[in-house]
């Protein structure tokens, strides 16, 4: 299935997508950065996967620079578009135009911790544990319906980076389980619920 990865930073996501590809039959037609500093850009240019800079602050609006987006995306008409660590908040415009096609890993156990700084306001509010949540991208910033979440202890001494790290060994595992739901078919959007194989999740 063609698929099109959004990054901003360092992409250790999309390497995940990158190892499992063939397994989970995702190929990866091309990564969009919106920042030109991003290591994610170097990860797909390894492997020559086609990448897009697209740096927001050049365009004088969200919807200028989510139009520019879309038709960058539509050059490669993928089937699903990732989110792997892609820090712009979209318009109702894209989000509605890709419905059912565009899947976020989020690092907090939704719907606690919406938006950004998730370690840091987990580890402040004195949480037992945290975790990563795979959601369906819709208008509503990390509203979307969930589809998986793996979760994680917080341990006394943790600081954002060691919680992080840990967050991270289960977002490279989640994610390419996830998307490979979707590239077979089982997973879907359907009246704003998360669907596999045709039950409500
Ligand atoms: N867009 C929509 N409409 N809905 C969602 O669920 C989205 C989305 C765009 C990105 C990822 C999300 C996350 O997993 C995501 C989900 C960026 C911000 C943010 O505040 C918040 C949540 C997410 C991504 N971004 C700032 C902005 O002004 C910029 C922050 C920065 O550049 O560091 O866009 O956490
Ligand atoms: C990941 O923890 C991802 O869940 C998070 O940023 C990190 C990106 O790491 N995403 C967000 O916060 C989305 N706003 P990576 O670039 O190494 O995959």
Redesign the pocket.
Known sequence: MKAVALI?GSGSNLQSLIDHAEKIDLDIQAVISNKEDAYGIKRAQKVNIPTHVLI?TQFPS?EKFDQQLSQTIDQHSPDIII?AG???????E??QKYAGKML????SLLPKF???N?HQRALDAKESEHGVSV?F????????PVIAQARVPILADDTVESLAQRVLIEEHKLFPKVVHWFTQGRLKLIDNHATLDGQII
Not at 86 to 92: A, P, S
Not at 137 to 144: F, H, N, P, R, S
């Open positions: 901003s927001h969200r989110l892609f820090m712009r908040i979209l318009t109702e894209f989000t976020n890993i989020h690092p919406q938006g950004l998730t959601h991208v819709t208008a509503k910033l990390d509203g979307g």
